[in-house]
């Protein structure tokens, strides 16, 4: 596809990730919505619908040429096999020389070397373009990296083979990007790759989408006594295992537990075991399955008092602000969004079973106070208008 220039153009390049339709619903999709939205741009996606990754085989591919008036160019269509990584690039370079000149603003999530390759490209052709890279960045996956002897010894070759290349990156790029408040601190005192990036970085939070979702934020929320639990029950990051453990000794009396996503098929086994441990609890602990309809999903924020996120190691947490919107308490481990989140009274944080126990247990018995009125600033923080509007670094390049 060549960018017909009416308009500023915004692309988004995704050579390290699947975009498949559940894209739709996560940052990259709505950042450029968004944008196309609030500033009028032609806003461009190039992907790899065949993209060989293992994760996203079950996802639905993608289709569409455009969406919601996003314009989706797949580099792989008129080809029958999976391109190799190799093949991959070239399809992305030879779109990069195609359209650079047209392009205005580049953006990348994430910054591995085939975006550096590509970026660097892209500013050679077209020197007054503008290049953004959103890191979705994550102090502790990077600390578990840093403690691992093998994942540093590869991260000492990288920087050793691709030095010259991370190096002209920097001077690349106009603008990093983090989403949270700590990960701005920890790159603000330490080094990216061996660079300091501080002088070009910037917070830029994701968020919700009250559109997808229908949100009144006006709406007085009616709350039954559940608790919610969104995402792949029994992926490992998401660590549905610590709360099995907790839910079987904690007494939910007339509280519900649900637990919305699909089902890991190896965790299956565990579920079975927790309901011939726990019998009595068949009908307060329940698993309803993959939801894609977002409307659907808003009526399972809308009933609950409160979200259970218990993950590893995310960047973000999107449903702790999915949740947050609909005015539901947070009980999460201190990852990603959550501890700048609860740190407005909006929730709790919890390290391992048992302190999500004694939790769980001290709500049930009304021991914490379960506020749904949440501030309205808080919840306006994460509203993907308000975040692309505000971001001054779109304003300077697109208005």
Not at 131 to 153: C, G, P, Q, W
Not at 233 to 247: D, F, P, R, T, Y
């Amino acid at each position: 596809m060549n960018i017909t220039k009416e308009k500023k153009n915004v692309t988004l390049i995704c050579p390290s990730f699947r975009f498949s339709k559940a894209q739709f619903y996560k940052p990259a999709f709505y950042i450029m919505r968004y944008l196309k939205e609030i500033y009028g741009i032609e806003p461009v996606i190039v992907f790899d619908e065949k993209l060989n990754d293992v994760k996203f085989k079950t996802d639905e591919r993608v289709t569409e040429s455009s969406f919601q008036g996003v314009n989706l160019v797949n580099i792989s269509s008129d080809i029958d096999d999976n391109l190799t990584k190799s093949e991959t690039v070239k399809a992305y370079k030879t779109y990069i020389e195609e359209n650079a000149r047209d392009i205005d603003l580049l953006l990348v999530f994430h910054a591995n070397t085939t975006e550096m390759k590509l970026c660097n490209l892209y500013k050679k052709l077209n020197p007054n373009g503008k290049v953004m890279t959103i890191l979705d960045f994550s102090v502790a996956r990077f600390n578990h990296y840093k403690n691992s002897f093998l994942e540093r010894l590869k991260h000492f070759a990288k920087m050793v083979i691709y030095r010259f290349d991370i190096l002209k990156f920097y001077k690349t790029v106009d603008v990093f990007t983090v989403e949270t408040e700590s990960g701005y601190e920890y790159l603000k005192k330490n080094k990216w790759n061996g660079i300091n990036i501080s002088k070009k970085l910037q917070i830029l939070p994701f968020g919700y989408d009250k559109k997808d979702f229908g949100l009144n934020l006006s709406e007085k929320a009616q709350k039954e006594n559940i608790f919610l639990c969104v995402g792949t029950v029994g992926a490992n990051q998401k660590n549905s295992e610590m709360i099995l453990k907790s839910l079987k000794l904690v007494d939910l009396k007339d509280w519900k537990f649900v637990f919305v996503g699909a089902i890991d098929r190896n965790f299956k086994d565990k579920i079975e075991i927790f309901n011939k441990e726990c019998p009595e609890k068949r009908k307060s602990v329940l698993f309803a399955g993959a939801v894609t309809d977002r409307k659907v999903l808003a009526e399972y924020y809308k009933k609950s008092k409160v979200l259970v996120f218990a993950s590893r190691s995310d960047a973000f947490g999107l449903v702790l602000v999915e949740a947050l919107a609909f005015q539901d308490f947070l009980v999460s481990t201190p990852v990603g969004v959550a501890p700048e989140i609860v740190k407005n009274g909006t929730g709790d944080l919890f390290d391992d079973t048992d302190s999500l126990l004694v939790e769980l247990q001290m709500i049930v018995d009304g021991k914490i106070k379960i506020d749904s009125s949440v501030k309205k600033q808080v919840v306006e923080k994460y509203d993907y208008q308000n975040i692309i509007e505000n971001f001054e670094f779109f304003k300077t390049v697109l208005m």
